[in-house]
T-cell receptor, first 112, second 114 residues
């Protein structure tokens, strides 16, 4: 079956712009989580959605937001981009939260 | 969630077993041990998880000590493709709300040499 699909794979944006990243979970998976990975901070949790509701949120500023649609697809948005937002953004989905998460390949965002 | 401690790196020879240790001395009774790995520039990959009994799947075996304060992930016949960062994570087994997130540490870098 198809895995977790993230688009786009690579993105270059300018400081001050905003960006939207997309994640299509595995069919039937209702939980979608987002993570940011940087060389300095490692993998950090952004937020989790379950059945269109944000269930959990990490320690990121309000510039980072997300949503989940009725088909479980999710988007995350970062407004007023800063250089420090350059990172690999990973999406993960799960059918049941007591099982393992399946991660996508990520979107590599570069802010210049 | 309980904190985990892993050595920063280890290596093993191709074809040999790789035994990756993890300490989680503050683990609670309802917390499971999860292992993920991340091959360079890819998303993390779920490997295995367990509560207190040893677990085995097609990828690896997980051995948890009786007091549950430490565990070992075993890759029985390591190959060059197993070179990756391996993360040991402790989390409640059926999380909801605030405890649903995965907290990744720095992990252990496994290098498999030819």
């Amino acid at each position: 079956k198809a895995g977790v699909t993230q688009t786009p794979r690579y993105l270059i944006k300018t400081r001050g712009q905003q960006v939207t990243l997309s994640c299509s979970p595995i069919s039937g998976h209702r939980s979608v989580s987002w993570y940011q990975q940087t060389p300095g901070q490692g993998l950090q949790f952004l937020f989790e959605y379950f059945s269109e509701t944000q269930r959990n949120k990490g320690n990121f500023p309000g510039r980072f937001s997300g949503r989940q649609f009725s088909n479980s697809r999710s988007e995350m948005n970062v407004s007023t981009l800063e250089l420090g937002d350059s990172a690999l953004y990973l999406c993960a989905s799960s059918a049941r939260t007591d099982q393992g998460y399946t991660f996508g390949s990520g979107t590599r965002l570069t802010v210049v | 969630d309980a904190k985990t401690t892993q050595p920063p790196s280890m290596d093993c020879a191709e074809g040999r077993a790789a035994n990756l240790p993890c300490n989680h001395s503050t683990i609670s009774g309802n917390e499971y041990v999860y292992w993920y790995r991340q091959i360079h520039s890819q998303g993390p990959q779920y490997i295995i998880h367990g509560l207190k009994n040893n677990e085995t799947n097609e990828m690896a075996s997980l051995i948890i000590t009786e007091d549950r304060k430490s565990s070992t992930l075993i890759l029985p016949h390591a190959t060059l493709r197993d070179t990756a960062v391996y993360y040991c994570i402790v989390r409640v087994g059926s999380p909801t709300g605030a405890n649903s997130k995965l907290t990744f540490g720095k992990g252990i870098t496994l290098s498999v040499r030819p």
